[in-house]
């Protein structure tokens, strides 16, 4: 499974990379972004299966990222970890497509839940348990 990080904090980068490496998926490629417009560069030759951003950030911040996925019609999950409480943003960001929303701090089992949700789909008679350690 491929994830993108998007997070301008180094901090919460490693904690959310750490946090997926601890949920046992096999095969997990990681990389990370500091921004909306450096995942952009990153995706013009990488393709996640999902991308987790952060929505306030520098340069181009997580919601203006999904527009612009929007945009170009690039279909990718994205989920949103951020801090932001404000009712009518949080309901933009689904109207955007935001596939599910985690309030930092989170709980690591809540992030790894979420994350399931979107594994590939095992080959016809292979098992979810294929795709975690």
Request: proline share 0%; no cysteine.
């Given at each position: 499974m491929r994830i993108l990080?998007?997070?301008d904090s180094r901090a919460i980068q490693v904690i959310i990379k750490r946090t997926l490496e601890k949920g046992g998926f096999s095969n997990l490629q990681i990389k990370l972004a500091h921004s909306g417009l450096?995942?952009?560069?990153i995706l013009q030759a990488w393709q996640p299966d999902l991308i987790l951003t952060d929505?306030?950030?520098p340069e181009m911040s997580g919601i203006e990222l999904l527009s612009e996925l929007n945009r170009q019609m690039l279909t990718v999950n994205v989920g949103l970890i951020t801090t932001e409480t404000k009712?009518?943003?949080l309901e933009?960001?689904?109207q955007s497509g935001v596939k599910f929303i985690i309030h930092k701090p989170f709980e690591e089992e809540h992030l790894i839940e979420q994350v399931?949700?979107?594994l590939p789909k095992p080959p016809s008679g292979d098992s979810l348990s294929a795709y975690q350690q």
């Open positions: 990080i998007v997070d450096a995942a952009l560069d929505w306030h950030m009712a009518s943003r933009l960001a689904k399931m949700r979107f």
